[in-house]
């Protein structure tokens, strides 16, 4: 199974993002969404993710960050 973290702080674009993800990969996947970059962070030390989008401009923490 593929894990993915979706970090945006947007809801209906993590919404888009994750239906994509749903209906065009022909694989079971695993998706956790996080509003913010520490929410991302602390996802990401929990569910060790395959595969992590984020957005640049979050609160708290942007993307740039997370990612480092």
């Known amino acids: 199974m593929t894990t993915i973290v979706i970090a945006d702080d947007e809801k209906v674009i993590r919404a888009g993002i994750c239906k994509i993800l749903s209906d065009s990969l022909g694989v079971t996947i ?7 970059g520490l929410e991302a962070l602390e996802l990401c030390r929990s569910v060790s993710p395959d595969i992590l989008i984020t957005d640049i401009r979050m609160p708290q923490m942007d993307g740039v960050e997370l990612m480092r």
Do not use: L, P, R
């Not at 695993?30 to 913010?36: G, R």
């Open 30 to 36: 695993s998706i956790h969404e996080a509003k913010n």
